[in-house]
């Protein structure tokens, strides 16, 4: 099989896995899922050999008629940097998140593992499709494993949260599908020949529909992905979600399904309507912005642990979108890194939060009290680890996501309108008060879970990392500490694709500039 | 002098010096930590190494001056419309820091061995002091501020592992804590600073490495500076606000007002730690950024008579005092030593910002040696009443039970269970005389050379409330001879007041450090010295000599500066010193009740020193009291009442089933076979309704 068929392949192995664990007998189930994550991390080992990073259009493309009436609907694939960075993530994360299901997995293996198979189909569906149909029906997909997922091998308060989430999605759900018939219907009007699903063409002929009509579309899928990012003030179904979802899932959760959306803002809501955008970008940094210290403010007053780390995804996702509205070259690249980035830091702090629930059965901090370091030596490194790379410490991924986003924004062309001047750059002075308040709620998490004298009810209770957690800690700190390290390696992949976008979105601004000031 | 090998060689394999101590950082984490030994030899042989070839650096750099500046980049972050790299700078002003930092780091780790050789987390401890080394050793060689900022933020986070060594001290853990949060507020104003400056100097950078220090083509701070000045994107007043925001790093990670709470309680930390880290480098990264950066804090023509300087003198100033006036009364022997760093760091602050940059730069040099000497001379003195103490665990646990209860600190550091320990420990006491002569501005010794030239630069300078400037740092270096000696003579003379009795001291491990850095606490100020300048003053002569020899290799700008000594001056510091230690000997051995008389007639004078004049009661108050309950009470209204509801309530009521449908086992699925022909009746109805009318 050549490198054409490389993407079909990489949907099927998880799609066939789906009914392959759900046919086979209870015991094999893990054993062929994981087998089936490290296909699927091969393959994408293959795509990113085989990918040429100096083109910034789609490459590895297939399509496949597939409905002719009442509109056309292909199956067709493709990928270019960004979407190839977001493939590589899932791949990687999903495979730690298998090997993390250890314990969760013992109850109903097949269901479970044919869930989570489901669940990798319809992410890397999503960030893959090429036709606007074949996404928004992935981008649903993904509902019913999760809710599944999280109302059977949740919490106890499993039932309320799978709804919530639903619920939310869902709401969601109607209104992309309402801009996306409303654009299908829009571009009719132009005249039949501009009437497509096909977001190759869509990214090219969208632009040219009127500024009215880009904002009202624009703003149907920003709602869509906003939800699922998630962003104030839709952002309340994450928390509860993550606190009754099993840690495996939550790792999915955090790392990948909260891309799915931030993948839409940039391929959707920058790709086809950069005029809405210019006209939005103030406020989405201004949303950004908010995101970012409300969400670190309300960690800080947080008594279970695991809702700390869940809010400190809200405010980190933060990051994107106000790198995304500030509609630089510096902004986007960075934003486009922060997905990457948080998507191994937040799965590993969800999967070190899981480590610490399943020894101490509670994840109340002050239930917990501290001195965990003493039983648990190896755990602590992991966890200063992981907890480092959130606050954003530089030779971290954490870090250059944030740096850059903070700088192109401060660049933005959005700023240099003097009626927006004052007000951005306010807003990212107030952003970068941020980094001071995740210091603080970070450390002092770990400081109340790890340090101080060893609690009495746990002396002797407590095991240290076996073997499978430190393989899927060390996968998840290997990638955080080299993308730290030498962010190049994954940049490299998708700046031509970002500084392609940023430059037609500039090309739209009515913002006369001083040509040395544009970014 | 010939030097073994080839200069350029040398300078070309300097990344080395970086990449070695944190490869064996990461490799004792990973493993060799298993092997005490291993983990030893490994770490201080490699610091070895390092202390050579810097010295190598500095001395072929001495030999052929035009080697430096010479830098390598590597790009690390790349877009169309920026280009941030990092990379390794050698010149002058990174041979000398390099020195420190290496002289200094070795003989830690050699004293390590002594000091931590029961810890059960001694290779821990080796990895964490490579770790740092690594991390500062590329903040000195950083070739541009955007790198600076990320080594910056790594010896930050070293400092908190070393602070919190001991992580099942509560008091450990929240030093360490309190030292990463207010070290990030700086860094808060570092980053602001950065940007703002990036965003004033936009146009000039092009695909040019971001923020590099100094470029041969002219592609650094000050061709960026004068490119925007000619702009008019940045003016004087513009690029003087730039640099007091980019200020606050400095503030925070050099311990100054009012970011300076941390430093103290960060003696929670090991002593070896406080030594190298709080004592003699990474407290000086901030000096070292301004000297780095130092076009940001001029005018933007180039003067030193500009609004940032001038912030940067006063800070320096106003914390010289507060700091020797907190040191006057604290009773911990390495609290004592840490007020006096912070008091110290603003000495070096005042010399940077009246325009002394050798001055200030020297006074890092010397204050790193004999700072170094005297912490671990402290080290050597708890370490040494620890096991004094420890005569059976019942005295041990009365004596710790007084001291943590009632006074906070623990007694083998407490200055009222110590005295007349120079019969025990002479070694020590000898070390420590020199240190404290050295840092009182004793004359001949390191400390007077670089603290005169400070004073004598503040007392030449122009700007804003000069005089007040000279007179404040003078009085410091009084109250700073006072407490010093008052230290000294609370240890060392009078009877021992702590429980058992010590031993003799051996020559060990432990003391051997101390000895070795004696000599530069003694000599390093000669390095200044010039021979023609005293000539010239002694005969009256008009002063044409530079003052100051180190400036040959470390200087701002295209030629040394000239910076003439002042007779006058430095009669009237040392006088003043020489006072402050009369004063101490009286209070101290002829036991004169002024002590007990400041306590009773000037309370709230002697409150103002004791409670750190208030600042650590205010910030607790205002993170305890006003913050976290602010939040919690915001945060509880608007996401969990307001936005929670009125989300849900909305979203519960359009899907109105859905509540009743999630009872049921059964509902599940019933549920979702609804959304799934829900979806799809909208989806046509929709198609439906969106077809043209025609």
């Known amino acids: 099989m050549g490198p054409e068929h490389l993407l079909t392949a990489l949907l099927l192995v998880p799609l066939v896995g789906t009914f392959a664990i759900a046919l086979s007998p209870e015991p094999w189930a893990r054993q062929i899922s994981l087998w089936l994550g490290a296909a699927m991390v091969v393959i994408s080992a293959l795509l990113l050999a085989n990918f040429n990073p100096a083109l910034a259009g789609m490459q590895f493309v297939e399509q496949v008629n597939w409905i002719r009436w009442p509109f056309p609907v292909d199956y067709h694939v493709g990928i270019d940097g960004f979407s190839l960075a977001l493939v590589a993530l899932t791949t990687i994360v999903t495979f730690a998140a298998i090997l993390a299901s250890k314990t969760v997995g013992e109850t109903r293996p097949r269901l479970y593992y044919s869930m989570v198979m489901l669940l990798t189909t319809s992410i890397l569906g999503v960030f893959l499709s090429l036709d606007l149909v074949q996404f928004f029906v992935l981008y649903e997909l993904e509902l019913v494993p999760m809710y599944f997922l999280i109302a059977i091998w949740g919490g106890p308060r499993r039932d309320y949260a799978a709804m919530k989430f639903l619920i939310y999605t869902f709401f969601g759900g109607i209104f992309m599908l309402a801009a996306l018939l409303f654009l299908y219907y829009q571009l009719g009007q132009a005249g039949a020949q501009y009437q497509t699903f096909d977001m190759v063409k869509l990214a090219t002929v969208s632009p040219l529909l009127a500024k009215q009509v880009q904002l009202l579309g624009c703003l149907g899928f920003m709602v869509a992905f906003l939800i699922k990012l998630p962003s104030f003030p839709f952002h309340t179904w994450l928390p509860d979600a993550h606190v009754e979802a099993p840690t495996p899932i939550s790792m999915i959760l955090a790392g990948l399904l909260l891309k799915m959306g931030a993948y839409g803002l940039v391929r959707i809501c920058m790709g086809f309507f950069p005029e809405a955008l210019v006209t939005l970008g103030v406020g989405l940094m201004a949303l950004g912005a908010f995101n970012i210290v409300w969400a670190a403010m309300a960690c800080l007053v947080q008594g279970d642990m695991k809702r700390v780390i869940a809010l400190s995804s809200v405010s980190h996702m933060g990051f994107i979108t106000l790198g995304l509205g500030s509609l630089s070259a510096a902004g986007l690249n960075g934003a486009i890194f922060q997905m990457v980035s948080h998507g191994f830091i937040s799965a590993a702090l969800f999967f070190l939060v899981g480590t610490v629930y399943d020894r101490c059965h509670t994840r109340q901090i002050k239930e917990i009290g501290g001195g965990l370091a003493r039983q648990m030596p190896t755990l602590f490194y992991f966890w200063m680890l992981a907890t480092l790379a959130n606050l954003g410490l530089p030779a971290l991924s954490g870090f250059v996501g944030e740096v850059t986003v903070f700088y192109g924004s401060f660049m933005s062309p959005v700023a240099m309108l003097p009626a927006h001047h004052t007000f951005v750059h306010g807003t990212i002075i107030f952003a970068c008060t941020g980094v001071i308040l995740s210091a603080g709620y970070m450390l002092w998490l770990l400081k109340r879970l790890f340090f101080g004298p060893e609690q009495e009810r746990w002396s002797g209770h407590l095991t240290d990392a076996r073997g499978w957690e430190v393989a899927v800690a060390s996968i998840l700190a290997l990638f955080i500490v080299g993308l730290g390290i030498y962010p190049m390696a994954l940049t490299s992949q998708y700046t031509p694709v970002a500084d392609r976008m940023t430059r037609d979105v500039q090309a739209r601004t009515t913002i006369s500039l001083r040509p040395s000031q544009v970014d | ?694």
């Open chain 2, 1 to 694: 002098m010939n030097l073994p090998f080839a200069p350029q060689e040398i300078i070309r394999w300097a990344p080395l010096i970086v990449a070695l101590p944190f490869a064996v950082g990461a490799v004792t984490i990973l493993g060799v930590w298993r092997s005490r030994t291993a983990s030893m030899l490994l770490s201080a042989g490699t610091m070895f190494y390092c202390f050579l070839h810097s010295l190598l650096i500095l001395l072929a750099l001495q030999q052929d001056p035009s080697l430096g500046p010479a830098q390598t980049n590597w790009d690390w972050f790349v877009s169309s419309s920026f280009r941030l790299s990092m990379g390794v700078l050698v010149d002058h002003l990174c041979a000398v820091m390099m020195v420190v930092v290496t002289t200094v780091s070795l003989f830690v780790q050699i004293y390590t061995h002594g000091y931590m050789r029961e810890d059960p987390g001694y290779s821990r401890f080796y990895a964490y002091l490579s770790l740092f080394a690594g991390s500062m050793l590329g903040l000195t060689v950083s070739t541009n501020l955007f790198e600076m900022y990320f080594f910056w933020e790594l010896v930050g986070v070293c400092s908190y592992f070393l602070i919190g060594f001991w992580w099942q001290r509560n008091t450990a853990a929240e030093a360490g804590i309190k030292a990463f949060v207010v070290n990030r507020v700086g860094d808060f104003g570092f980053l602001v600073g950065i940007i703002l400056f990036l965003a004033a100097t936009a146009g000039f950078w092009g695909q040019h490495p971001l923020l590099i220090f100094s470029d041969p083509q002219g592609f650094d701070l000050a061709g960026a500076i004068r490119y925007a000045a000619s702009q008019g994107t940045l003016t004087a007043a513009s690029l003087a606000a730039i640099s007091m925001v980019m200020f606050m790093g400095p503030m925070a990670k050099s311990a100054q007002l009012p970011l300076h709470v941390w430093l103290a309680d960060a003696m929670e930390g090991p002593t070896p730690i406080s030594a190298l880290i709080h004592a003699a480098t990474m407290v000086a990264a901030g000096i070292y950024l301004v000297a780095r950066a130092y076009p940001i804090w001029l005018t933007p023509d180039g003067s030193t008579f500009s609004a940032g300087l001038a912030f940067v003198a006063w800070v320096g100033g106003v914390t010289a005092f507060v700091a020797a006036t907190i040191a006057l009364s604290q009773y911990d022997i390495k609290r004592v030593l840490a007020w006096s760093t912070v008091s110290q760091l603003g000495y070096m602050f005042v010399g940077l910002g009246t325009g002394a940059y050798t001055a200030g730069m020297f006074h890092l040099f010397n204050h790193a040696f004999f700072k170094a000497m005297l912490f671990l001379c402290s080290g050597a003195i708890i370490h040494h009443l620890h096991h004094a103490m420890h005569v059976d665990k019942e005295t041990r646990k009365k004596l710790d039970e007084v001291s943590l209860m009632d006074r906070m600190i623990p007694p083998d550091q407490d200055l009222r269970n110590m005295g007349g320990l120079k019969q025990y420990m002479p070694i020590t006491r000898w070390c420590f005389l020199v240190g404290t002569l050295s840092i009182s501005g004793f004359p001949f010794l390191s400390g007077f050379f670089s603290k005169d030239e400070i004073i004598s630069s503040s007392f030449k300078y122009q700007g804003p409330g000069h005089d007040i400037l000279f007179w404040l740092l003078v009085v410091t270096a009084g109250l700073t001879a006072f407490y010093m000696f008052r230290a000294y003579f609370l240890t060392f003379h009078g009877e021992y007041r702590g429980g058992g009795t010590p031993a003799a001291e051996k020559l060990s491990v432990i003391n051997l450090p101390l000895i070795a850095l004696a000599f530069p606490s003694i000599l390093s100020g000669y390095l200044g010295a010039n021979p023609e300048a005293l000539k010239q003053l002694l005969t009256g002569a008009a002063p044409t000599a530079m003052a100051n020899a180190f400036a040959q290799f470390l200087y701002f700008g295209h030629a040394p500066e000239y910076e003439a000594l002042n007779g006058g001056v430095m009669l009237t510091s040392t006088v003043v010193s020489l006072a402050g230690i009369g004063l101490a000997y009286l209070v101290y051995i002829n036991k004169l009740p002024v002590h007990t008389w400041c306590q009773q007639n000037l309370k709230p004078l002697y409150n103002l020193s004791w409670c750190k004049w208030y600042f650590d009661d205010m910030y607790m108050a205002f993170t305890q009291k006003l913050a976290l309950p602010v939040f919690n009470f915001v945060w509880n209204l608007v996401d969990m009442a307001v936005v929670d509801n009125v989300v849900n309530l909305s979203s519960f009521a359009t899907l109105g089933t859905g509540e009743a449908l999630r009872y049921s086992e059964n509902g599940r699925a019933q549920w979702y076979a609804l959304v799934i022909f829900g979806s799809v009746a909208v989806i046509g109805l929709v198609y439906f309704l969106a077809q043209p009318l025609s």
